[in-house]
């Protein structure tokens, strides 16, 4: 194993950036030959100031969580995620535009979400819902791919295993 250090730093300074207080996650690595490199930063978990504003009222805060991406003994840890004070949640951005932004380039590995239920027969779905409506659309347990009118109970778009494309009426 390695050795592992967390260390605080609740004195009103972000450790890199900004005001607000953090968490710094430190340990050493181990060289080959069995030498050992020095303290290395391992992630990070800061609590950032959006805003101050004038009053207590204008004050929002973020947390960023930081891992370290490697390639060098000297690599920092780099920002990944972060929870933006007004709710936004942005993975591969500082700046989400929405409720849940996910950004980043993957060249040849493709970009996705993963959605796995690894139940017996059970179902993977997305549910896109406003005041009115709910549709569902993914894998229903017969393992059919759907699209699925939650508001009427109707499947309106169906492709088997087979790869069957099926309007229903």
């Given amino acids: 194993g390695q050795d592992f250090v967390e260390k605080e730093n609740l004195n009103n300074l972000q450790p890199y950036e900004g005001f607000g207080t953090g968490i710094i996650f430190e340990g050493y690595d181990y060289a080959g030959g069995g030498g050992t490199s020095g303290p290395r930063d391992y992630a990070y978990i800061d609590s950032i100031i959006e805003n101050s504003g004038s009053t207590p009222v204008d004050f929002r805060s973020q947390l960023k969580f930081y891992t370290n991406p490697g390639g060098s003994n000297t690599q920092t840890p780099t920002p990944k995620m972060v929870i933006e004070g007004g709710g936004n949640v942005g993975i591969g951005t500082d700046s989400p535009p929405s409720k849940l932004s996910l950004e980043g380039a993957f060249p040849g590995a493709g970009f996705g979400i993963n959605i796995n239920n690894t139940g017996a027969s059970g179902a993977a779905e997305v549910y896109f819902e406003n005041d009115a409506q709910r549709t569902t659309i993914g894998l229903n347990t017969g393992d059919n791919f759907v699209v ?17 494309i099926q309007f229903p009426r």
């Fill in 148 to 164: 699925f009118d939650n508001t009427s109970a109707t499947t309106r778009m169906q492709i088997t295993p087979a790869g069957q």
